[in-house]
């Protein structure tokens, strides 16, 4: 990269656009925006470390603070309040186990915090200026904005503009509120903002039950809040397979969660969400019904990139825009929702760019985990995904449920299962694991889609015991057995036996 001079004249209209597009925020969307835009994550992050790892020299534009939603609002601390809420749901059940109960009551919403922040804290110098230092990689604090194809000025208190040879948008995304008249007035809580709660809200409306909506209301309630989660379409984690989004109900709705499916909200007034049957009064909203991508305010049209019609930056395969100076990666690309995806596409983005190398992702292969108790993880399609792509003749299924998992059994946790989905020529397309430690689980099975493995193959690797593996091991072997026992092979296998049988006289 390359430090320029001033701007000149010509090139002050993109900058103008660029304020313009910042115009096209509504102020709730611009409150949100602002918490997580141009904080480096993932993406941006390991697109860095991997170009500095090649030898070039990289310039890393960051608007507030690096880390990324990951750090800031979405994995580390998420995953710091369940581990939380966890801890005092277990110290509530302890009476099954012959220990004293603990009063009921709410738990301390401050020191849950607490423990939330010292995560975060820990892991924050890991993405720091001086852990990038001797990967190259400089950080200037300030906004982007692009002034040509191969230009772009960082507006901060040390105003520059630079020349790139390639650059990486890794922008990340903000929280989308739904078009409900008065929830944007309403001001409510988002995956960004619910961190800054210090009490804990009696009432606590959960609007959105998808995996984020299903975490932190199943958190919230173990903490001691009066949980309701709607979900306007019929069932929670819509994306899921249907046996797990029952089996993740049944959990919640057992810990007290009131969980209200197919009702779509009217509008937000007065305290209260109303949709059908009346208001569900609440004393704190969380509005968690998806995130945008952040891409306007860039002046991307200088530069030549386009969006499409969701405000995502389009991007090929190999993760160029239509100017292929410029890759982008994460959120920003409508593609990635998850930190892992993110990382990914960007060092495949930053190898492209500077070796010609591509280095395609396997999206198909990216696993995914709801992070609840019980975990739902999956990679690859649903059955019904892939009956769809594959044809409902080529598609076999095996469901094994954990009342045959001996861990489940030991731990008392029977209610998840195990599905593998198997496509062409026998292969592992996809699986769904609802367990304990689920996520850790579904990561063998991811390794097996991308490499195509058949259920025979995947069996083949001796998985310790007793652990949550069995339960792919045993659906896996539950195929073999199935093979083993068709008519053809019944025959084989007795011509075989006879034959060892004369030659072993």
């Known amino acids: 990269m390359e430090s320029g001079g001033p701007v000149p004249p ?19 969307e611009r409150k949100e925006r602002d918490r997580a835009y141009w904080s480096e994550g993932s993406a941006g992050l390991t697109a860095a470390r991997t170009a500095g790892r090649l030898g070039a020299r990289v310039l890393l534009v960051e608007r507030a603070r690096l880390g990324g939603d990951c750090l800031w609002t979405g994995c580390v601390p998420s995953k710091a309040l369940l581990h939380v809420a966890a801890q005092v749901q277990a110290a509530r059940e302890g009476g099954r186990y012959g220990l004293r109960p603990v009063p009921g009551g709410p738990a301390d919403l401050a020191a849950a915090m607490r423990h939330v922040r010292q995560a975060i804290t820990r892991i924050e110098p890991h993405d720091s200026p001086e852990a990038l230092r001797p990967y190259g990689i400089e950080v200037a604090y300030g906004t982007a904005r692009f002034t040509g194809r191969r230009m772009l000025r960082v ?12 650059a990486v948008l890794a922008t990340g995304s903000y929280p989308a509120l739904a078009p409900v008249p008065g929830l944007a007035e309403a001001e409510p809580l988002t995956s960004d903002s619910v961190w800054e709660l210090t009490e804990l809200p009696e009432r606590l409306v959960v609007l959105g039950g998808g995996p984020t909506g299903c975490e932190l ?5 173990r903490l001691g809040s009066h949980v309701t989660v709607v979900e306007a379409l019929e069932r929670l984690l819509p994306g899921e397979e ?3 989004s029952a089996v993740l109900r049944d959990r919640l709705e057992a810990e007290s969660v009131t969980v209200r499916t197919g009702w779509r909200a009217e509008r937000v007034a007065d305290g209260s969400v109303v949709g059908p049957g009346g208001p569900l009064p609440y004393d704190a909203l969380l509005a968690v019904t998806g995130r945008r991508a952040a891409g306007r305010g860039l002046a991307l049209e200088a530069a030549g990139v386009e969006l499409d019609e969701r405000g995502n930056v389009r991007a090929d395969r190999h993760l160029r825009t239509s100017n292929h100076r410029i890759y982008a990666a994460g959120d920003v690309t409508g593609r990635s929702a998850s930190t892992h995806l993110g990382g990914v596409q960007g060092a495949s983005a930053a190898t492209h760019a500077l070796l010609g190398v591509p280095r395609p992702v396997a999206y198909d292969a990216v696993p995914s985990v709801t992070y609840t108790d019980p975990e739902v993880a999956r990679v690859g399609p649903t059955e019904s995904a892939a009956r ?7 598609v076999r299924v095996h469901t094994l449920g954990h ?5 489940a059994v030991a731990e008392g946790r029977t209610e998840g299962f195990t599905r593998l989905v198997l496509g062409p020529r026998g292969r592992v397309v996809g699986a769904t694991v609802v367990a304990p430690r689920a996520g850790e689980t579904i990561a ?3 390794a097996a889609v991308r490499e195509g493995w058949t259920a025979s193959r995947y069996a083949a690797t001796v998985h310790p015991y007793p652990s949550w593996t069995d339960g792919p091991w045993h659906a ?3 195929e073999v057995h199935q093979r083993l026992g068709t008519p053809r092979t019944r025959r084989l296998s007795g011509a075989l036996l006879g034959l060892r049988r004369k030659v072993r006289r």
Not at 217 to 221: C, H, K, L, N, S
């Open 217 to 221: 209301a199943q958190a919230f309630a």
């Open 242 to 244: 249907p046996y797990a």
């Open 388 to 394: 769809q792509r594959y044809g409902d003749g080529v």
């Open 476 to 478: 896996a072997l539950a």
């Open 155 to 166: 507006l901060g208190a040390a105003e520059r503009a630079v020349r790139f040879r390639y």
């Open 444 to 446: 063998h099975l991811a």
């Open 10 to 28: 010509s090139r002050l209209a993109p900058l103008r656009k660029a304020l313009e597009d910042e115009a096209e925020y509504t102020d709730s």
């Open 403 to 407: 009342d045959r998992v001996d861990r």
